[in-house]
């Protein structure tokens, strides 16, 4: 029996987590949101809470190196 893999997803600029919660009932694997406003980003954590969620601003330098931790 071959089992698909799910695809992985990282979600930047995840906001509370609607455009990855449609990736999710897509079947998808949510498995990151990254935001820099702390409000979405707790909504995101309890609408995706097997997903890892980061409170991080894109632009600053370094950002990139969080992430890939």
Do not use: P, W
């Amino acid at each position: 029996m071959n089992k698909k893999k799910k695809v992985t997803v990282i979600d930047l600029f995840s906001g509370c987590g609607g455009f990855s919660f449609g990736f999710q009932e897509a079947g998808y694997d949510i498995v990151l949101g990254v935001d820099n406003v702390d409000i979405a980003l707790k909504t995101f954590k309890l609408n995706h809470k097997s997903s890892k969620g980061l409170l991080l601003d894109l632009h600053e330098e370094g950002t990139i190196r969080s992430i890939i931790k």
